[in-house]
């Protein structure tokens, strides 16, 4: 290190200081429920190449730690004193803005005509135009539906706010008075923190700050390395599956096959699906990415919280993203519910550094962020309101020694609950039901945490009901070490009444005036044996609420009457259940996943996905979608039958796929001998 090892600790509080400082300053004065209430933004400090070295440790969306902000400002010709750069494009900011919602300013930093920092904010917009309000819809095909594309452009330039920019884009979003409001509270963001680091440069110097920022980053890295050294030496491959691309049944699969040397981490995505023609892709440009390194992050800091949150964290991480795969799309390509894709893939994660250690993970949250958005439309100007209600998610896995948290998970960001009161301030709808879903929590020695139900009534005419990131209505949280898979997804409009309807994996939804629409998200997975939890705290499960009676006895052995706990019964069944059951098993995905594997086990996916990445992109998707109706016939009825009654016969689907493979590369040998 260049500087006193004290002088970089202070350091690394007022930097953190200044980015929290801005944090604040960015929510108290934005317009958006999105920002003010949700937490859907961001702020940091960044060095002159475009890390990060200064970020909130509470404030704002959590996982952003690694961009990098040096690409998009490398498409600006000249920069000077009182530039603000905006971009909101996933391809030409090469994965700074990583769905096109997301608005990015950054304000360069200049000293005596250098620059020497930068500051960075992001808010999650209102609306940004495209096919449907709010932007988002995991049906759109490619970028162009997703809304209004803006590539890096100065927004302020020497000072001076470039009102062509702003025309431009108020009028191609449905709410531009409020998200006006969310860029100005942004732009005062960056005032403070260019304020701030001209503070401290006078107190210590710039070469000392410069420093520092250097400083920071060498112990954020080693401190990593010490961590990441518990990660035994080896190579361990873990996948996981999307419920489906939405425009067909078709599961996504990712695939993480993850190598550790002496603390130093390699991440290789080879194996993961091709690019789909739906939202699900993440636009990482194929490099080291905050959406691949998220769990890593996570990691470290919760076995050194001493770790200073800059871009050193990952210096020992790297990363291979094929292009053309759901982790590294091609241009073009539709990212807007790119959320759904980065959970499943930072669970690819877990199971493989649950393999490499065991014991040193949780097992798997309930695996979705869905902000449920609200569309109201004003009876008598027509305009619409564009609003988030809730930011639903389920419960956070269970883990060696504790059950997880009910009814929350910071797993993908650190976005709060929406105050009901001010959902129904802003919105005419009511809020009918907010509670945490019973049995929902993987059944283990120690319970997966509960997921919720989530209901509102609909008042006006015309009103619209979007949910993104719904996922695992198919495909289980899964259990870990003897743990349960959690239960899935449900979306439902009138519950328990005579017009009971199930919606299933929600795009956008028009309810009638009186419907109640209820989300029920899934719990996490369950963490060792079922049968060894304590059967006193399986009857405070079921005083409060987690658990029924039913379950009690199904998942736990435990019988509970009237009068309280069965002792000397719960004893006898849970023996005759071991007896019957045999050891559990490492991982427990559930009879869905299970099926599917029996069928589309890894070596088979691996081929097959050599195979279409030899394909155009252009003509990989349906020959895909083609493959696997053909291999399960009955595919496209899932959603109405359980995947695994879908499947049917294993053997005969197995003869399909093998024979299916063998056409498919035929056909890819006769194209590349033609071409």
Known sequence: MKLDPILVEIFFHKVTAIAEEMAITLQRTARTTYVKEAGDFGTALATPEGRFFAYPKVMGVSGFLDSNVGPALSRIDHLEPGDVILTNHPFESEGLATHMPDLHLIRPIFHEGRIVAHAWDFIHSADIGGG?????????????????????????????????????????????EV?????????????????????????????????????????????????????PDGTYAFWDLLDDDFNSKVPVRVRCELTAKDGRVHLDFSGTDPQVLAAYNIPTGGQRHPWLTLKLMHFIYSHDKTVPLNHGLFNNITVTAPVGTVVNPEPGAAVGVRSATAIRLNEALVGAMSIARPGLMPAPSGGIMIPSVLVEQDARTGARHVMVLQSLVGGTGARLGADGVDGRDSSLANQRNTPIEKTEEEAEATIVEYALRQDSGGAGRWRGGTGVVFSVRIARYGSAVLGRGMERFVFRPWGMAGGRPAEKARVVVNLGTPKERELGKLDIFYPDPGDVVTIMTPGGGGYGDPLDRPEDDVLRDVEVGYVSREAARRDYGVIITGSGLDRAATDALRTSMRALRGPPPDFDFGPERDAWEQVFDDASMLRINALFMRLGSNVRPQRRRELFERVIPDLPKVGVVPLHEVIGDIDAARRRLSAEIEALAAHVEAMDVAG
């Open 132 to 176: 449907v309000p709010s932007s988002i819809s995991p049906r759109f095909s490619d970028l162009y539906q997703e809304g209004f594309q803006i590539p890096p452009v100065k927004l302020v330039k020497a000072g001076v706010m470039n009102e062509d920019v702003i025309r431009l884009y108020t009028a191609n979003c449905r709410t531009p």
């Open 179 to 231: 998200n006006l409001g969310d860029i100005k509270a942004m732009l005062a963001a960056l005032q403070v923190g260019e304020k701030r680091v001209h503070g401290l440069i006078a107190q210590h110097g710039l070469q000392t700050f410069l420093d520092a920022q250097d400083d920071l980053a060498e112990v954020a890295a080693s401190k990593a390395l010490a961590v990441q050294k518990q990660l």
